[in-house]
């Protein structure tokens, strides 16, 4: 049976979900200290986890995943917010490289709620995240991938995206892709 996924726009409302995708697209679950971070990230109007950023993936009316991607230019003035509140949660602030530029669209973090995994909801939300992309004018989409993710990097090859390099990236090598418009 077929279901229906519709992406929309995340909003305000939806900063539970937005930190919950980020934590799993990082590796973790809501019961990290990372995720009061990212959920407080994810209410404010300018953020790099801001639900502004963010799009929403509902089946049959249900929440079922989110991504977050922005204009690989505006980085270092999307993650700002993020130092304090890291400082404040872990005692510390890790150093994070960047893991885009100004050039590409950056397709940031992707999660899928368990109870959606297989139904093609990832799919639809990078797809639509790439097309909001080039309808806005970007010509190259990018992401990372972890090297010990094959599945993910199989998905990413079947939707066009293609290597151009290697990023570190919290201390983990991962395959930078991209995907040119046209």
Not at 55 to 74: F, H, K, P, R, T
Not at 127 to 155: C, K, M, Q, S, W
Request: hydrophobic residues 40%.
């Amino acid at each position: 049976m077929r279901r229906d996924i519709v992406v929309r726009p995340a909003k305000r409302e939806d900063a539970a979900t937005i930190a919950e995708a980020v934590c799993m697209a990082v590796g973790y679950d809501t019961t990290s200290p990372l995720f009061p971070v990212f959920l407080e990230l994810a209410g404010r109007e300018v953020a790099q986890y801001s639900y502004r950023n963010a799009l929403i993936a509902e089946v049959e009316g249900e929440i079922a995943g989110a991504i977050v991607s922005y204009d690989g230019a505006e980085l270092k003035e999307l993650r700002e917010p993020i130092y304090p509140l890291l400082k404040e949660h872990l005692g510390e602030v890790p150093h994070i490289e960047d893991e885009t530029e100004a050039g590409e669209y950056y397709l940031d973090s992707l999660g899928v709620l368990p109870a959606f995994r297989g139904m093609s909801v990832g799919t639809a939300l990078l797809n639509a995240a790439t097309e909001r992309a080039f309808a806005a004018g970007h010509e190259r989409v990018g992401l990372i991938v972890d090297y010990d993710n094959p599945d993910a990097e199989r998905l990413y090859t079947s939707l066009g995206f293609e290597r151009v390099g290697t990023k570190l990236f919290l201390g983990h090598k991962m395959w930078h892709m991209q995907k040119r418009k046209g």
